[in-house]
């Protein structure tokens, strides 16, 4: 049997820095939130290569003197708690004692530091966890942590950080998130010496949203406010059901202060937009709940990034009832048109299966609706016309059945005659695939043709974004897409593939990032594309509740009947559905 032994400081620093150090983000959130308990009003986050090798915080918090300053460095060294009883109403965002050391355990770390009434300051070099120098040194009262070479001696750590790009772009978005927590304090962020962004400590939330967002966006925003209970209040930002995303990434929440992780919270302010949004579509919104401290257990993830919340389920109610009562009090947000976005619900409909319609004379080659001219669909544009004499039916499997159109049932249907009896189609769905091959075929042409754009659209985004789209620019181009990226986070969209429609620039931008953005996505260009193109079907296709004329749907049906695959929508649902003169006939009890 080995013996057992107890294991050094530095091995057991090092252990800690696993669970709080994930990359340079966490550093970064730890020590903002270090100025932020030492009471500044003033904090400065610069980094170098997304943090990698450079992140420098400053604050002009309260300062440590020397002796203070050697004991941060210790593990279990806090000044904010005192024993277990302290556990339960922590009101600091600290109170391990394990950032500082942890931290330096695998890095370079300077931490220089200065009380208000010391006339000078002191400063402490540590490498892989050792003091290598200290002495006295000169600063304004406050404190300048300098992290650099971070994971320097921990290469397998090292191995899994992203492109410098992408780092920055997460310590971008925590940063952002500890601004939203204290809107009183003036938080800077700087990458590679240029301001990202910069909020001004007025104590405004909407001001931070705006100095992260862009005044543009933050216009959308509807404030949310509840304190109907005494031990629950809740405050915010919800987004103007115009302002979707494909993810649920810009829901932040804040407990008490803290920026947290909670998908209770989260889910309750997705369900207040259930049925107002497009499905697959997120809210932007920033709450902020307030709970007696006895209520929230912070003590439960080593970054503090999970907690856990008592009364759950009264908690979520509310939130969903707040964000509601916002987006509704606003009569101006829910107008018909967004309503029309709102698609079928998924789970209402039956799953996709093979259509159950073989018809015996469809293989025959047949002109479908000789004697009805061309006739475009609103955002099809006339090249959508199929024409009418080509042999449509070469494809392998079945082919589509010779229907001859009766009238639309409302909202969505298009009946049919057709052969052995009734046929209806769903004209959102049956569009969506028309042009969801349309632009299958624009993305995939020879090289990188576009349709430039008369007006360039300028799309805000936050610092990742712009650096999410940024890193796979080569490949965007090689679609089609000509844009321009400039600093301060603004893209600006000159060209777009062919046949795309081309007032949605910012929506494929979107799309894109939204794909691009989810957790654990090895991006494969096929998957891309075919993303892509299924969303900007979706939402160019005629919605459910629009009346078509007959030309309009005669012109639909040829459309279809030319596609690949004409038989299900690109999520799988089907098109067209068959009713057989023998299930007529049984229903009304003729056989
Ligand atoms: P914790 O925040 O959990 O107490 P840390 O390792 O992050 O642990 O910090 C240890 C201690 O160092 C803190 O409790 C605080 O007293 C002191 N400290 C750290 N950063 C600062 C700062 N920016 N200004 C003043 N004091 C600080
Ligand atoms: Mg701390």
């Known amino acids: 049997m080995p013996k057992i032994v107890i294991l050094d400081e530095t091995t057991a620093n090092q252990i800690a820095a696993g669970e709080v150090v994930e990359r340079p983000a966490s550093v970064v959130k730890e020590l903002v939130e270090n100025s932020l308990d030492a009471g500044a009003s003033t904090i400065s986050v610069e980094i170098e290569q997304g943090g990698l090798t450079r992140i420098v915080v400053r604050d002009n918090g309260c300062g440590m003197d020397e002796e203070d300053a050697q004991l941060a460095l210790l593990r279990h060294a806090t000044s904010k708690i005192r024993g277990p009883a302290d556990l ?61 070479n971070l994971f320097y001696n921990t290469p397998a750590r090292k191995k899994y950080m ?55 966006l933050a216009r959308q925003m509807l404030p949310v406010e509840d304190c109907s209970g005494d031990w629950l209040q809740i405050k915010g930002y919800a987004g103007r059901l115009t302002l979707h995303r494909s993810n649920r990434r810009q829901v932040t929440v804040l407990i008490n202060g803290r920026y947290v992780y909670s998908s209770l919270v989260t889910m309750a302010v997705c369900e207040a937009y259930h049925t107002l949004l497009p499905a697959g579509r997120y809210p932007v919104a920033v709450i902020s709940l307030s709970v007696a401290p006895e209520l929230l257990d912070v003590n439960v993830h080593p970054a503090k990034l999970e907690v856990r919340l008592a009364r759950e389920r009264e908690v979520s109610e509310a939130v969903t009832r707040a964000v509601r009562k916002a987006l509704m009090g606003n009569r101006l947000v829910i107008p018909g048109a967004v309503l029309r976005e709102h698609e079928p619900d998924l789970r209402e409909e039956p799953l996709p299966r093979v259509p159950r319609f073989f018809p015996p004379e469809a293989g025959r080659q047949q002109v479908l609706f000789p004697d009805h001219p061309p006739h475009s669909l609103p955002p099809t544009g006339s090249e959508g016309y199929v024409a009418e004499a080509a042999p449509v039916y070469d494809h392998a499997g079945p082919s589509f059945p010779a229907v001859e159109y009766l009238g639309q049932l409302m909202p969505t249907y298009l009946l049919a005659t057709g052969p052995d009896g009734l046929y209806i189609i769903d004209q959102h769905a049956a569009h969506e695939r028309v042009l969801y091959e349309k632009y299958l075929a624009a993305l995939a042409g020879p090289g990188a043709a576009s349709q430039m754009l008369v007006l360039p659209v300028n799309v805000f985004l936050t610092h990742r974004e712009a650096r999410l789209l940024e890193a796979h620019r080569e ?15 603004t893209v600006v969209v000159r060209g777009l593939p062919p046949d795309f429609p081309p007032g949605e620039g910012e929506s494929y931008l979107r799309d894109i990032i939204g794909y691009l953005d989810e957790p654990g996505r090895s991006p494969s260009r096929e998957d891309l594309v075919h993303h892509l193109a299924a969303q900007a079907a979706c939402r160019a296709a005629i919605k459910a509740g629009e009346g078509l004329s007959g030309a309009e749907a005669r012109s639909l049906l040829e459309q279809l009947a030319a596609a690949g695959n004409p038989f299900t929508c690109p999520h799988g649902r089907p098109t067209i559905i068959h009713v057989s003169h023998h299930e007529l006939a049984q229903r009304f009890k003729r056989s």
């Open 162 to 216: 992203k492109s410098p790009g992408t780092e920055g772009g997460v310590v971008g978005d925590y940063v952002f998130r500890l601004a939203l927590a204290r809107p009183e304090v003036a938080i800077r962020f700087t990458h590679n010496r240029r301001q990202v962004f910069a909020s001004l400590g007025t104590g405004k939330l909407l001001d931070v949203i705006a100095s992260f967002y862009g005044s543009e």
């Open 88 to 148: 339960s109403r922590i009101t600091t965002l600290g109170f391990r004692g394990e950032a500082l050391p942890s931290i330096a355990a695998v890095s370079k770390l300077t931490l220089k530091t200065r009380t208000a009434t010391a006339d000078r300051g002191t400063f402490l070099e540590v490498e892989g966890g050792k003091v290598i120098n200290s002495g006295p040194a000169a600063l304004a009262p406050g404190t300048i942590v300098t992290v650099e």
């Open 475 to 489: 490949f965007l181009a090689s679609l089609g897409f000509v844009l321009d990226f400039f600093s301060q986070d």
